[in-house]
């Protein structure tokens, strides 16, 4: 189950009090925070990797293995990926496969890592473009999520964090969706921490009543049915961004279903378009259904919606194929 999500700043001074005494650590880091940060984590074999969809692959995979397989890394190593949302899910499925599983942690260094790819134990690789279709769950033993590596974060994928973050206010949290109404998180810390350990705490709760994904933890998937179809046919989009645009298209069929009033869903869109995400994209239909019927989220001859009912509650849908 969902072990140690510690939030606050000041943290990355203090990465080695929650580290497991005595374990070998091998870093496996992104190249770009490796550049800004390279000194905390010198002291540890690291493996620097590119933070792309291209390349978090299977091929990477075996990179990794090898690297591993010949630095005489045996199963009492420690795997710390530190990163984004792509590094955490490639160190990730790393420790969850090698060996048949070693123990590891997060160093999560974006916003949306730190509110959704870090926490909950899901870590995937790409196959042919399609979205995470190998995957595992198992459990980091702690995320350190330090807001102060935030600063240096490029306004786009800041966005694309507050894409996640407004997810799971609509998912299970009313109150949250009105902070990030009223505030301008970036500009305020402390209101920060408040809100990343609110979203946090949504996804979590989830998780620890449904882990493996059997039923109630389907609901995280608001945005990204048509998210990851967007994902697979251009890279006009980063991950938030395509979220923003399933979530509005989710607001759309719920709406047409009569689940959602429109007003509830013109508040939702604005709140987007608010925090500078898109909410549409030009891509034929016909070939976001055509991507969406091969993502994992399919299900047999039927494709699974999450629908917003109001902000804070939403419901699943089938549809047939």
């Given amino acids: 189950m969902v072990k140690n999500v510690i939030i606050g700043q000041g943290l990355l001074p203090r990465l080695n009090e929650f580290l497991p005494a005595g374990k070998r650590v091998v870093a496996i880091?992104?190249?770009?925070?490796?550049?800004?940060?390279?000194?905390?984590?010198?002291?540890?074999?690291?493996?620097?990797?590119?933070?792309?969809?291209?390349?978090?692959?299977?091929?990477?995979?075996?990179?990794?293995?090898?690297?591993?397989?010949?630095?005489?890394a045996d199963r009492g190593v420690f795997?710390?990926?530190?990163?984004?949302g792509i590094v955490t899910d490639i160190a990730g499925f790393a420790a969850a496969t090698y060996m048949?599983?070693?123990?590891?942690?997060?160093?999560?260094?974006?916003?949306?890592?730190?509110?959704?790819?870090?926490?909950?134990?899901?870590?995937?690789v790409n196959i042919g473009g399609y979205k995470n279709m190998a995957g595992t769950f198992r459990q980091p033993l702690f995320v350190l999520?330090?807001?102060?590596?935030?600063?240096?974060?490029?306004?786009?994928?800041?966005?694309?964090?507050?894409?996640?973050?407004?997810?799971?206010?609509?998912v299970g949290d009313a109150a949250l969706f009105t902070l990030i109404e009223n505030h301008d998180l970036r500009a305020d810390k402390s209101l920060l921490i408040n809100a990343i350990r609110a979203a946090v705490e949504v996804k979590i709760g989830i998780v620890e009543r449904d882990e493996t994904e059997q039923g109630e933890r389907r609901k995280?998937?608001?945005?990204?049915?048509f998210g990851h179809a967007v994902e697979k046919?251009?890279?006009?989009?980063?991950?938030?961004?395509?979220?923003?645009i399933g979530i509005v298209e989710a607001c759309r069929m719920s709406v047409e279903r009569g689940l959602l009033e429109p007003s509830t869903a013109a508040r939702i869109e604005g709140l987007l378009k608010k925090w500078g995400?898109?909410?549409?994209?030009?891509?034929?239909?016909?070939?976001?259904?055509?991507?969406?019927r091969h993502d994992k989220k399919a299900d047999g001859d039927a494709i699974r919606?999450?629908?917003?009912?109001?902000?804070?509650?939403?419901?699943?849908?089938?549809?047939?194929?």
């Fill in 29 to 72: 880091v992104d190249s770009n925070v490796y550049a800004l940060y390279g000194d905390t984590f010198r002291q540890f074999e690291c493996i620097i990797v590119e933070a792309s969809e291209e390349k978090k692959t299977l091929e990477t995979m075996g990179k990794i293995y090898s690297q591993l397989i010949e630095s005489g």
């Fill in 79 to 84: 795997i710390l990926g530190v990163g984004g």
């Fill in 100 to 124: 048949r599983g070693v123990d590891f942690g997060f160093v999560a260094t974006t916003l949306l890592a730190q509110i959704d790819a870090s926490v909950g134990g899901k870590n995937g």
């Fill in 145 to 170: 999520s330090d807001v102060d590596l935030l600063d240096t974060l490029p306004e786009r994928e800041f966005r694309a964090g507050m894409a996640e973050m407004i997810k799971a206010a609509i």
């Fill in 220 to 225: 995280l998937n608001l945005g990204h049915t």
């Fill in 233 to 244: 046919l251009t890279r006009q989009f980063n991950h938030g961004e395509a979220v923003s």
């Fill in 277 to 292: 995400l898109p909410v549409e994209t030009d891509l034929p239909r016909g070939e976001l259904m055509k991507a969406i």
């Fill in 305 to 321: 919606f999450v629908l917003p009912r109001a902000i804070g509650e939403v419901e699943e849908l089938k549809t047939k194929n």
